[in-house]
């Protein structure tokens, strides 16, 4: 199956193409606007893509919204993960605010809502979530947006995210687990 995925961030494509597999992942085409972000939950942010994506295309698609959410912060940054330090923000200047707000060592949830719409009108939603601990300083080359300093408690070498490989990765994060959901609702269609 060829499944459309409504985002414009590299890392996503490649990491669910990875995820999906033996699916086929096709990047969101330049001239599809998305809307904004305005949901107050990452599902409501998942299904506003994935449907304009829908209408735009006329081909089934999938959308992603994911993010952190420490507890020192009350489950900040959360659907404002790829904004928490400004709207223009790059990924280290999101996790260097991150580290300047929270203590080492503080807990925190990677979540990812993942939403499928269909051209039939078809609507699902699934959720992956993996808990650990932010540490003092980015460690690891791998990874993206606050791999380097998410430690998760499902992995006991005291790697970050950021360390491990993508693999590795794949089997306990938030993306993996909410991908294997969607893959096993498409093998029951």
Do not use: Q
């Not at 999938?62 to 009350?74: K, N, R, T, W």
């Amino acid at each position: 199956m060829r499944l459309l995925l409504a985002t414009r961030n590299p890392h996503k494509v490649r990491e669910f193409s990875l995820l999906l597999g033996p699916h086929t992942v096709d990047p969101l085409p330049p001239e599809v606007d998305l809307p904004p972000e305005t949901g107050i939950t990452f599902a409501e942010n998942a299904l506003l893509k994935a449907r304009a994506a829908v209408a735009a295309t006329g081909r089934d698609a999938i959308a992603d919204d994911s993010g952190i959410e420490a507890d020192a912060l009350d489950g900040a940054p959360g659907v404002r993960s790829a904004r928490f330090a400004g709207e223009d923000a790059t990924d280290e200047e999101n996790l260097e605010k991150l580290l300047a707000d929270v203590p080492d060592g503080s807990g925190a949830e990677y979540v990812c809502a993942l939403a499928y719409v269909g051209v039939d009108g078809d609507e699902r939603l699934f959720e992956g979530r993996c808990r650990g601990v932010l540490t003092a300083a980015p460690r690891g080359e791998g990874g993206f947006g606050y791999d380097p300093a998410f430690m998760p408690d499902d992995d006991h070498s005291d790697r970050t995210m950021a360390e491990l490989a993508p693999r590795e990765k794949d089997a306990i994060s938030h993306r993996g687990r909410a991908a294997r959901e969607l893959l096993a609702w498409l093998a029951s269609r």
